[in-house]
């Protein structure tokens, strides 16, 4: 708990203050929040530091392929009514990123860290958590994330006999797998409205049976859990069966779940549903995701989508046509530089809105939405596409490095 005895020996603390003077660098040079490269200096003084900084911390981990940036956010707030919160709030997502942001808390007294799905269980290892949040896997990162049946499996080792609370969503038969190994699971009914990495059971690898929003393989009974909380339309249900009115300025199903299990997190740490539902109110954008900018006389909301299951959410929060829509794709190291996931997104969900096509893969998506008959665009920049654009609020969705270079251009 807070406000125990310092953790940090003297080698400790010049880890801190080097990886201090080397972020303060970095951003002074130009090159990004320098977070990533203070920690990395941070963890070669001192290969511990992470588990010692977590140390004094109640550490809640959230590891999910989509949304994970968002339900730490809105976990981080929903806790700030129970005491200080240290966090990675900007995404920097592996160790040394980690290491950075709980540096930088030193009166916190939760840390909520967002975790890449690779690195879940070395952290978990590292940081001793309170509560592990698992919301969902599915395909990304093609070129060198593992096939999601492996990371499943990892998760599933890493965590086995966990004295963390899993919060975990039931309605995704991978993190039921992953989940399934620990001791002290609570099940979440978030949703899965991306099942095309499902089919097939983790456990046996039989056909999967999907009766309605029930799942279970015919072959050896792994089946969906009964959840103890709820997503509910525009309610969270909590295991006492009350329902719990959910109020996001942020749009979307998939932030209405991620709110849920948001909630359930919260409770785990004596946050009562409607105090945290409350707070994650205060949330109006994560890291520019969801803001609404001001470009060249109009209107840009601007959308993360990094993978067929975060386009698809996407898709469903756009407004209706003839909403015009800008495309950005981009395939550099942050990316992963396989672009074949392109195929398994459905387009034809834009059909009836003017679309533009932007990014370094402008051309890769180009002939994607020829195959899927839809009407678009290909443009040179975003000053072009906005240009060309007809009336209208104008809705960006991009995949990762390209939502960053937008954000630059429109100064967000």
């Known amino acids: 708990m807070a406000g125990n005895s310092d953790p940090l020996n003297a080698r400790a603390k010049l880890a801190v203050t080097a990886g201090k003077a080397v972020a303060a660098a970095s951003r002074a040079a130009g090159r990004g929040s320098g977070s990533v490269i203070g920690g990395r200096v941070a963890l070669r003084l001192d290969p511990d530091l992470l588990g010692r900084l977590a140390q004094n911390l109640d550490v809640v981990l959230v590891s999910a392929t989509n949304g994970k940036t968002t339900t730490t956010r809105l976990i981080a707030e929903a806790l700030r009514a129970a005491g200080p919160v240290v966090s990675n709030a900007l995404g920097a997502n592996m160790p040394a990123g980690i290491t950075s942001a709980l540096a930088g808390g030193s009166d916190a007294k939760f840390g909520v860290i967002e975790v890449d799905e690779k690195y879940l269980a070395g952290v978990a290892r590292d940081t001793d958590p309170k509560c592990i949040a698992l919301l969902n896997l599915s395909r990304d990162q093609l070129d060198r994330a593992a ?16 004295k963390a609370v899993i919060v975990a969503n039931c309605d995704d038969p991978l993190v039921v797998w992953a989940a399934s190994s620990s001791p002290n699971v609570i099940w979440v009914a978030a949703g899965q409205m991306w099942q095309e990495d499902a089919w097939s059971c983790p456990s046996c690898g039989g056909v999967m049976q999907r009766p309605g929003d029930d799942w279970f393989c015919g072959e050896c009974g792994f089946r969906r859990p009964t959840p103890s909380w709820a997503l509910s339309g525009d309610h969270v249900l909590d295991p006492h069966g009350s329902a719990w009115p959910i109020h996001l300025q942020l749009p ?18 004596g946050v009562p549903p409607q105090v945290a539902l409350e707070r994650m109110y205060q949330v109006q954008a994560v890291a520019g995701r969801y803001d609404v900018v001001q470009f060249l006389e109009r209107d840009l909301r601007l959308l993360l989508a990094k993978n067929p299951a975060g386009w698809l959410e996407t898709f469903s929060l756009i407004d209706p046509p003839p909403t015009p ?17 392109l195929w398994d997104v459905d387009y034809t969900r834009l059909t009836g809105h003017p679309i533009f096509v932007i990014g370094d893969r402008k051309l890769d998506l180009a002939v994607r939405l020829e195959v899927a008959n839809q009407h678009f665009q290909v443009c040179d920049n975003l000053d072009q596409a906005v240009q060309q654009a007809p009336p209208g609020r104008i809705e960006v969705i991009a995949n990762y490095t390209a939502f960053q270079d937008l954000r630059r251009r429109v100064g967000n």
């Open 252 to 269: 979307g199903r998939a932030n209405k779940a991620n709110a849920a299990s948001s909630a359930a997190v919260a409770a785990v740490f």
């Open 325 to 341: 829509v800008i495309l950005s794709v981009n395939a550099r190291s942050a990316d992963g530089t396989d672009t074949s996931w």
């Open 147 to 162: 096939e999601t049946r492996m990371l499943a499996e990892n998760w599933r080792e890493g965590l086995s006999g966990s």
